[in-house]
């Protein structure tokens, strides 16, 4: 038979084209896939001793009645024997075809194993006068195989390696497992740890377990039953079908179809429950593998009846037909007198005959309150698909859980056990509703399983879904699956060996079968149901296709414009990474990686440009991975990654990247890229390392760069320097001049087309007018003028916004102030811009409050934003910031700890002695705290002191605030008239920029009526 590649017909051999659809029938290829398997290997121990005593004729009679027990117990269990090496045994469980459970039967066949040598033994010794001993190593993993329809089914991988070194281990009659074996099987296997083994060519030890027991009839692993979630109206609708077959006397047939794991069995469970006392219960599961498992299920339930000898006359009849009759009649006559309830667990699996059988019963059951509760995945259909198609029959599809439903299900299982939020969040993504994998997935994490691994066992249950399609069905799938979750018909089409899209109806099998779905919102486009889904079948093509195909889907995609050059980018790198971990780059691989990262780079320059700072630092990451260390293409793009991590607060990584590329740069010659790099770089140090002489080195630098920028015509890089320098004048406490630098440096950087750069000198602007010496008023005009410019440039957004809230509270304007904060901080978490949210946002958001003299509002707002300056070493502005919050906290009276946080975010530490703003703030919260402890001589010293750098500064409100401050300290030191002095200057300070909010605060402090006093 020749498969029709484009329409999965089957045609005859020798046929060149389809009969249904006329494509062209290739022949057949050997395709290789990757599957994890369990491995098997068991050998005689001592056969060389065997060999020198036994007769070569009776030794070869030994061994062969040895391998013949072996295979026979092998073979039951499903395994495939591959080969006999010597007196060795090679076993395979997943080849051909996958099993949920290939980990359990293959220990369950080495358990037998070791029984059969017994009655063995006593059969040899009697007849050669010897016994044999075994050992057996049993491993799980990943191998590369021939697909199930060709005859080349050799296993080839580490995963094999280790079962022998695993077997070779063990001693003689004992049973050696690894790791992923134990964990698939976990729940029915008793194991002891062993010695750990040490493997050729491996760095790392490989663990081993002896195995000491198989549980009998015991799941591979344990489904736990946490209070049930939902399922509210499937059960009703179960229940009704129930009264109706006692109202009505009548057989009623439900089938209940549903992937593994979605809550099949549980829903049978509490229905069991639910109608106890009103009808007789009886369950019968069918068992996937095993001799005489036809009639099993009705051997468990005969057995729970109390009638298994009725049974089994019934079953010496012979003849189905008999053996029908018999037993329907044992059913009715029970029903007659009481409801029954058969339950028929897992009939995908059951043989012909017994669905046969149900169906007899169904048809022919008369004056009988019978229900037939039967439980099936999707595949029963592939056999049957005329299954329950009659009158008295229903089925019942479970979809999975609503969102709600999984998360209570997760907040039950989860009981004592904490888990932190983007783990609970992880869970709920990746199990998409199916109860099972929210089970194993979040019994992995409480064991201590990384957040992002997937649990062997869930990847078992998919991997043998998918093993059980018809080829054509698996590979289409699997390239719809380098797509990615969501793929389009036509793509497919690109993938497909003869070009051909596939027709439609084969994609109307896979959705029918519940693992795809039409996309919901684009024509022609589908989605993998399940993400996992898609995984397993990614997993399964070998890398060499899966680059190829990768590089095809970015062919295709090439060309259709800009916004899919991300993805283009995503797919060469995919195509790249496939094939980069097979051996030495050729040629064709090192292109790859080229093109992949152009394209990547591309699309993190423009996300940097619109202010997507975890996608620029992503995008462009990735980009510079792709590239040799010292490739040039990678050097040109360090400086923009370095920063793009920068506003994405991460600053030490942005550090050792823009580090290194001033290094590299220098030693290429790249003048213009290494002073780039440099000017950067001094700007997070400015951040960064505060130390004495600091502003005077970066200040050098920057004079030294600018020159290089202007011969070689780089504007975004002078822009960037002129910005640098204007930032530096701001903290040395000299805003208007610093605005006219920033402002020369933002047109500069708007002529360059860099908008990011052109974003952040603005931004600085902002900060200069809202501290500096421009009035409210006016600097509330110049932010509306700014607004048109922020158009497609959200960074530039978030910094008006929060400028502009602060100014509104300036005014006294409080609600319409939180309101902008609040739209700033959306829009900020929005985009990744963690640094502006924690320096930037949460401060104005704390200054505001205190403005409006809610100290915990304030507190709430500034403790955090400190907390992630720290936690991301932005020390620079946690010295300006810091200050205000340990006002939120002396307004509350919590002097203490005040004092501490003061000593623990010293600016003496935490910024060089020219940044004003820091230095000045936190000397004059000082003072005020020495003075409440008594120390008054000290506290007028620091606080003449703050006064002093704050004089120096145009920034009006840090002027006015360090003499209220210092006002303050005047009162606690009884002079009050010099204190009221001091107010009264604060208050000038404050009338003067236009702070009405801050002016009136303070005509009511204590300090301002030296009476009251
Ligand atoms: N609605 C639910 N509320 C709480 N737990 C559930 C729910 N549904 C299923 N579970 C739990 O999820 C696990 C898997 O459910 P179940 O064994 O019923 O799946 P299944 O559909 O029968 O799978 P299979 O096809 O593998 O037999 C069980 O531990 C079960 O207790
Ligand atoms: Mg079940």
């Not at 790791?179 to 698939?184: A, C, I, N, P, S």
């Amino acid at each position: 038979m020749l498969t029709c590649p484009s329409c999965g017909q089957e045609n005859s051999e020798g046929f060149r084209f389809c009969g249904a659809c006329g494509a062209a029938l290739a022949p057949a290829r050997v395709r290789e896939v990757r599957k994890t398997v369990t491995v098997l290997f068991s050998d005689v121990t001592g056969s060389t001793a065997l060999g020198e005593r036994l007769d070569p004729e009776s030794l070869r009679h030994v061994m062969g009645r040895y391998l013949e027990e072996m295979k026979d117990v092998l073979e039951r269990h499903g395994g495939t024997v591959e080969k006999f090496i010597g007196d060795a045994v090679m076993a395979v469980f997943g080849i051909p075809t996958l099993h949920e459970d290939d980990a359990l039967r293959a220990l369950r066949a080495a358990w037998e194993m070791r029984d059969r040598l017994g009655p063995l033994n006593t059969e040899l010794e009697g007849d050669f006068g010897v016994r044999l001993e075994a050992r057996i190593g049993v491993n799980t993993g990943e191998v590369v195989t021939g697909e199930a329809a060709s005859s080349d089914r050799l296993a080839t991988g580490d995963a094999v390696n280790v079962a022998s070194r695993l077997e070779q281990a063990a001693a003689p009659g004992e049973i050696l497992l690894g790791e992923q074996t134990l964990e698939l099987a976990r729940d029915a296997i008793e194991v002891a740890p062993a010695e750990q083994l040490s493997l050729k060519g491996k760095a790392d030890l490989v663990a081993a377990y002896r195995l000491l027991n198989v549980v009998e009839g015991a799941l591979a692993f344990e489904r736990l039953d946490a209070p049930l979630v939902g399922r509210q109206e499937e059960l009703a609708r179960v229940r009704r079908a129930f009264e109706q077959a006692v109202s009505e006397r009548r057989c009623r047939l439900v089938t209940v179809l549903g992937p593994p794991g979605i809550g099949k069995s549980r829903l049978a469970g509490e229905l069991g429950a639910n109608l106890r006392g009103e009808a007789n219960i009886l369950v019968g599961r069918c068992l996937p593998y095993g001799e005489g498992i036809t009639y099993w299920p009705l051997r468990e339930i005969f057995a729970a009846a109390g009638a298994e000898d009725e049974l089994e006359a019934a079953l010496a009849e012979g003849a189905p037909e008999e053996i029908f009759w018999s037993v329907r009649k044992a059913f009715e006559s029970r029903a007659r007198e009481w409801p029954l309830v058969l339950v028929l667990e897992d009939i995908h699996w059951a043989e012909p005959t017994l669905l046969d059988l149900i169906e007899h019963l169904a048809d022919w059951t008369r004056n009988a309150q019978l229900l037939l509760l039967c439980l099936a995945r999707p595949e029963l259909l592939d056999e049957r698909t005329a299954w329950a198609s009659r009158a008295n029959a229903q089925t019942l599809t479970l979809e999975p859980l609503a969102e709600g439903e999984a998360d209570e299900l997760i907040e039950s299982l989860l009981g004592e056990s904490q888990l932190d939020e983007k783990a609970r969040l992880r869970v709920a993504q990746v199990a998409e509703g199916n109860p099972l994998f929210v089970e194993q997935l979040l019994a992995m994490l409480v064991e201590g399983g990384e957040v992002d691994r997937i649990p062997a066992t869930i990847q078992a249950l998919l991997a043998s879904r998918l093993d059980g399609l018809p080829a054509v069905e698996r590979e289409l799938l699997e390239r719809a699956a380098v797509v990615g979750v969501e793929f389009e018909w036509e793509v497919l089409g690109e993938l497909a060996p003869d070009r051909h899209r596939p027709a439609g109806a084969q994609l109307a099998v896979l959705v029918r079968k519940e693992l795809i779905r039409p996309h919901e919102a684009i024509d022609d486009a589908f989605r993998f149901r399940h993400m996992l889904i898609r995984d397993a079948a990614y997993e399964r093509i070998p890398k060499q296709l899966r680059s190829e195909l990768h590089e095809r889907v970015a062919r295709w995609l090439d060309g259709k414009g800009e916004e899919f050059e991300e993805i283009v980018g995503y797919h060469l790198e995919q195509a790249y990474r496939s094939v980069a971990e097979l051996g030495p780059p050729g040629e064709r691989v090192r292109a790859l990686a080229e093109q992949a990262a152009e394209r990547l780079a591309a699309s993190g320059r423009r996300a940097h440009a619109r202010a997507d700072m975890p996608a620029a630092a992503n995008l462009l990451e990735r980009a510079t991975a792709l590239f040799a260390g010292d490739a040039p293409q990678r050097l040109s793009l360090l400086p923009s990654l370095g920063r793009a991590l920068l506003e994405a607060g991460q600053m030490e990584q942005a550090g050792s990247v823009l580090a290194e590329a001033v290094e590299r740069a220098q030693t290429a010659g790249e003048r213009g890229l290494a002073a780039d790099a440099a000017v950067s770089l001094s700007y997070l140090q400015i951040q960064t390392s505060p130390h004495e002489g600091l502003y005077g080195e970066v200040e050098r630098r920057v004079e030294e760069a600018i020159p290089v920028f202007r011969e070689l015509g780089d504007e975004a890089g002078l822009a960037r320097a002129l910005g640098v320098a204007g930032t530096l004048r701001l903290w040395r406490g000299e805003a208007a001049l610093a605005i006219e630098d920033l402002e020369r440096a933002a047109r500069s950087a708007r002529d360059a087309g860099d908008r990011a750069q052109e974003a952040d000198s603005l931004e600085y602007v902002l900060v200069a007018m809202v501290w500096g010496p421009t009035p409210v008023e006016e600097a509330m005009q110049r932010v509306k003028e700014l607004r048109p410019r922020a158009q497609g440039n959200r960074r530039l957004l978030v910094d008006l916004l929060r400028v502009q809230g602060q100014l509104e509270a300036m005014q006294g304007r409080f609600v319409a102030g939180r309101d902008l904060i609040a739209q700033a901080r959306a829009l900020g978490e929005e985009v990744g811009l963690e640094l502006t949210l924690a320096s930037g946002v949460a401060f104005q958001a704390g200054y505001v409050e205190l403005l409006a003299g809610d100290a915990v509002a304030a507190e709430r707002e500034l403790r955090p934003a400190c907390d992630a300056m720290e936690r991301m070493g932005s020390w620079g502005t946690l010295a300006s910031v810091a200050p205000w919050l340990v006002d939120a906290l002396l307004v509350q009276g919590r002097d203490q700890e005040a004092l501490r946080l003061a000593e623990r975010w010293s600016a003496a530490r935490l910024a060089p002695p020219e940044d004003a703003d820091a230095q000045a703030g936190w000397r004059r919260v000082r003072a005020k705290l020495l003075a409440r402890k008594g120390e008054l001589d000290e506290a007028e010293r620091i606080g003449r002191e703050a006064t002093a750098i704050a004089s120096a500064t145009d920034f009006l409100d840090l002027r006015a605030q360090a003499n209220a401050d210092f006002a303050e300290v005047l009162r606690l030191a009884g002079r009050p008239e010099e204190s009221a002095a001091a107010v009264q200057e604060a208050i000038r300070l404050h009338e003067e920029k236009g702070n009405i909010a801050a002016a009136a605060l303070l005509a009511h402090s204590p300090a301002s009526t030296p009476a009251a006093s």
